[in-house]
């Protein structure tokens, strides 16, 4: 029995880990030293856009190297990245900003590493939806993180269900739909629900504008956004 159990111990710490590391949304001094040691320290790093993070990696003298994960090859990628860590490779994953999985690549290698009983760990680090929710003057108590709205199919069925919730909603937009989701706010939650939009978070131009969905929308119909968008919305009261 003994023998058995120190055997399953053994194959364990063969294992590697996976890392899901937070990367900054603009400002590179919320890098954190704990991401920046894990990313030095691990065998690969799973990169959305390895451009992207070509950048960060090199303002940071990370040299570890990468391989591009993202929407469209996850899938493909999971048994062959399992595979590794069950070797023993350890692996971080990072998205281009903010924490993996959050509207990014992430839950299918997580849920297939932890079905597999490999280790995963989440480093704390920088969220958009966090400081958005926070400055917005909403309450924060209680709330709902909806990510990006459906396109097409479903976005009606979506916004008449969330009329009707009671805690606080979170959203994340592009700026060209920005106007085109306002405008559903106003016809489906009502002119008058209390909306704060948060752009370009942590970086030169960040801006927060509050007010009532209307007069929201008024603002960014005269001054078209830029940059990327957090939404919040108040609560059905």
């Given amino acids: 029995m003994l023998r058995g159990r120190a055997l399953r111990l ?3 710490k063969q294992m590697g880990k996976l890392y ?5 949304i603009g400002n590179l001094e919320d890098m954190t030293l704990r991401a ?7 065998d690969l790093i799973l990169a959305e ?6 950048k960060l990696l090199h303002h940071f003298e990370i040299g570890t190297p990468m391989k591009s994960h993202h929407m469209h090859n996850e899938h493909k990628m999971v048994d062959f990245l399992v595979g590794k860590l069950k070797v023993g490779e350890h692996i971080a994953m990072i998205s281009d900003a903010g924490t993996p999985a959050i509207s990014d ?9 932890l079905e597999a009983g490999i280790e995963v760990e989440c480093l704390p680090g920088a969220t958009a939806f966090v400081p958005a929710l926070v400055n917005s003057g909403l309450p924060n108590d209680k709330f709902v993180f909806e ?4 396109v097409k199919k479903g976005r009606q069925t979506r916004l008449k269900l969330l009329a009707e919730e009671p805690r606080t909603i979170i959203f994340y937009e592009s700026p060209h739909k920005l106007l085109k989701t306002l405008g559903n706010f106003v016809d489906y939650f009502g002119a008058e629900r209390p909306v704060s939009v948060s752009r370009e978070l942590t970086k030169l131009y960040e801006e927060t504008v509050r007010g009532t969905a209307e007069e929201v929308l008024k603002h960014f119909t005269e001054k078209p956004p830029k940059g990327e968008i957090v939404i919040i919305v108040g609560g059905n009261k």
């Fill in 49 to 54: 856009d390895t451009r992207t993070s070509g």
């Fill in 20 to 24: 899901l590391v937070p990367t900054p």
């Fill in 105 to 113: 690549p992430g839950f299918l290698l997580t849920r297939a590493c």
């Fill in 36 to 42: 920046i040691r894990v990313l030095k320290e691990v």
């Fill in 10 to 12: 053994f194959t364990l």
């Fill in 147 to 150: 990510g990006f709205l459906p």
